[in-house]
């Protein structure tokens, strides 16, 4: 056996999990090496079969467990281990809320070597289903007609799927009746391997105060075999249609969308609101999937960046302008960056919707237009940045540091760059004063925070 490897494949051995990876795996440790296993929870005492053994560190399988975790309990959709959408369905609610509180604290404290930041508990959902106004599935074949739902986890298998618990209902009707309509009409899933067939994805998006619903049919070509029947039948079978679209995705690649995008019938966007505030959100842009939480976290942004009206705000990566507009009821003036054209176009016209004359948008990289509006002489007393996964860029957290505005209003998905740019902005002069986690996507390992950072005096 490897010296610095205590286990080997096949081997069987005896656990107790101490915790849970990013990805919802339990971890277990032997002689300090830990073991990444599926579906343990911390505090179980297991049987796993050791199936890899790396350098550093390994992988099981849950074979047995002899103990179970008081948090456990029986994941009630009937698809979740095939699925992989899902990774805590196991864990009670409050569990899963515990967990990503703790996954806060603990990148907080090793990637950003922040000790004794006030870490809330995290803002959970009462009823935590059928929560996402957005589904996107992949489309496939079995037996001569269309089906669509999920990756098989780990490969390119698709699985058809009738539900989704974590869906708006209105979701799965729309995609359900848009797999059907289009097998009727000779419609053909995209064969990735061949480069051959017709439909890629299927979109749905539901606003969830209008009821409104807008469909996204991503296809190989510009060609969609009988578009104008699949539009009627659509219109005429299913409630609430505002805006039918078809996106063209010609690349072989697994990024949804491509570059062009036409509406089939209806309006180019749909309407939602949140709390009073009315957003037109369109086919490509980017709008937080869980509504009735995002009350929640832009409020809780709001709060943080303590606005008496007398402020200057700039909004990095602002999508369709929702946190700007927020924001500007109760700042001086509002300046949101975003890259996306066609999402600066709704934050446009979402202002104008709402009466709001306070906020500008511009198009173009938060981490170019920022530092080019700061040579220009251009500052900020608030900043709040809300970016994708991957965390700020560098040069815009450079620009933050030098431009100094009292408060940076930090929205996260990532707790891990969240953590490495907090210690960015703190060796520059902020301190983190305080993080609140919402429970943006129950029963999956994601977590959104907002982190409140304050200049030091002496700054
Ligand atoms: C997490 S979303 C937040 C959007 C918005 N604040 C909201 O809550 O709806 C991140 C946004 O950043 C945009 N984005 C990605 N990279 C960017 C960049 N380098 N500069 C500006 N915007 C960017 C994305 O298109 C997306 O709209």
Redesign the pocket.
């Known amino acids: 056996m490897n010296k610095t490897v205590p286990v080997q494949k096949n081997d069987y051995i005896d656990v107790v999990f101490e915790d849970l990876t990013h990805e919802g795996a339990g971890v277990a440790k032997v002689d300090g090496y830990p073991l990444f296993v599926p579906n343990g929870l911390p505090g179980e005492k297991a049987k796993i079969k050791v199936i890899k053994a790396n350098k550093g560190y390994g992988f099981g399988r849950l074979i047995e467990t002899y103990e179970e975790s008081p948090d456990r309990v029986e994941a009630p959709c009937p698809i979740y281990k095939e699925c992989g959408g899902c990774q805590l369905q196991h864990l009670s609610y409050d569990g899963q809320l515990k967990a990503k509180e703790k996954q806060v604290r603990d990148v907080l404290t090793r990637i950003g070597k922040l000790e004794n930041v006030k870490v809330h508990p995290v803002l959970g959902m009462k009823d935590p289903w059928r929560y996402r106004n957005k589904a996107q599935v992949p489309v496939g074949e079995h037996e001569g007609g269309l089906i669509g739902g999920f990756y098989q986890q780990r490969t390119h298998q698709i699985i058809d799927m009738k539900e989704c618990i974590i869906q708006q209902e209105k979701n799965d009707e729309v995609v359900q009746a848009v797999k059907e309509i289009c097998s009727r009409y000779g419609v053909r899933a995209y064969d990735e391997g061949r480069n051959k067939g017709d439909l890629r994805h299927i979109m749905a998006r539901y606003g969830l105060v209008t009821g409104e619903v807008m469909i996204v049919l991503v296809t190989r070509t510009k060609d969609l075999p009988n578009k104008n029947k699949i539009v009627e039948e659509i219109i005429s079978r299913i409630q609430g249609v505002k805006s039918i679209c078809q996106n063209v995705n010609s690349k072989k690649t697994n990024v949804i969308f491509g570059d062009e995008t036409k509406v089939l019938w209806g309006e180019e966007v749909i309407y939602d609101f949140i709390g009073d505030t009315k957003f037109a959100i369109s086919a490509r842009?980017?709008?937080?999937v869980n509504p009735e939480q995002?009350k929640v976290?832009?409020e809780k942004a709001l709060e943080y960046a303590d606005l008496s009206g007398e402020e200057n705000v700039i909004?990095?990566?602002?999508?369709?302008?929702?946190?700007?507009l927020f924001l500007a009821r109760k700042a001086k003036r509002v300046f949101g960056?975003?890259?996306?054209p066609e999402?600066i176009e709704d934050a446009k016209r979402n202002a104008e919707l709402n009466g709001i004359t306070n906020a500008e948008f511009a198009v173009?990289?938060?981490?170019?237009?920022i530092p080019k509006w700061y040579s220009e002489g251009n500052t900020a007393d608030v900043l709040?940045v809300?970016?994708?996964?991957k965390g700020c860029?560098e040069a815009?957290l450079q620009t933050i540091i030098d431009m100094k505005p009292k408060k940076v209003v930090y929205?996260s998905?990532n707790p891990g760059t969240l953590a490495r740019d907090l210690r960015i902005l703190e060796d520059g002069g902020y301190q983190t004063v305080e993080v609140q986690p919402v429970d943006m996507f129950p029963m999956t390992m994601h977590v959104e925070a907002v982190t409140k950072l304050e200049l030091k005096s002496n700054h």
């Open positions: 842009s980017f709008y937080q995002t976290l832009y909004d990095a990566y602002c999508g369709i302008g929702t946190i700007s960056v975003e890259i996306v999402a173009g990289e938060a981490e170019i237009v709040v809300d970016p994708p996964r860029d815009l929205v998905c």
